[in-house]
């Protein structure tokens, strides 16, 4: 192995790393504030939306 693939390996090794940890807490019902559109309801809005099952929605793909 040459050094420019090493320095490939650890890149998409710390992308993959990166999008692992995003998905772990979308997949557990938190962080609704990475859907897009979310930051940018108003408050009415927001509690009118259930995050909960919008951040869920991947787990369907996962059965």
């Given at each position: ?18 999008l ?15 859907i897009?559109g ?26």
């Open positions: 192995m040459e050094t420019s693939d090493i320095i490939g390996l650890v890149i998409t090794i710390i992308v993959g790393l990166g692992i940890g995003l998905s772990v807490p979308l997949l557990m019902g938190r962080c609704a504030g990475l897009a979310y930051s940018t309801m108003t408050k009415e809005e927001r509690e009118s939306w259930d995050a909960a099952v919008w951040c869920n929605t991947g787990n369907r793909f996962r059965k």
